[in-house]
């Protein structure tokens, strides 16, 4: 079975950086596109980044320049480095894959940019 666990949310002031974490285990995150998303407090889901099974990088205009995502092959992990964050990147984040036509999602974890 495919779980996606999210980690590496908390709480950072304006102009700080975050790494979070999207572990994966019943698959592997090598041959496997992974996307990062984020849902703001009344907000629909919005799509942040995405590493390819090719791993090509794909980065929404709102984190370009800002956000990078990353894979680590041997810690069946994506990561998703945040730097430069600003208040309006607060949200919860979640990592997303599609393994034979089937989406899983992570629970998500909690980004909030604030003095």
């Known amino acids: ?39 703001a407090p009344g907000k629909e889901r919005e799509w942040v980044a995405t590493i390819t099974s090719g791993g090509k990088i794909l980065n929404a205009d709102s984190v370009k320049g800002r956000f990078t995502i990353s894979r680590e092959n041997a810690k069946n992990t994506v990561y998703l480095k945040m730097n430069s964050l600003k208040p309006e990147d607060t949200a919860a984040y979640y ?19 604030s003095t």
């Open 95 to 113: 990592c997303r894959t599609v393994h034979y036509d089937i989406e899983y999602w992570g629970k998500g974890t909690l980004v909030t940019v």
């Open 1 to 39: 079975q495919v779980q996606l666990v999210e980690s590496g949310g908390g709480l950072v002031q304006p102009g700080g950086s975050l790494r979070l974490s999207c572990a994966a285990s019943g698959i592997i995150f090598s041959s496997s596109t992974v996307g990062w998303y984020r849902q």
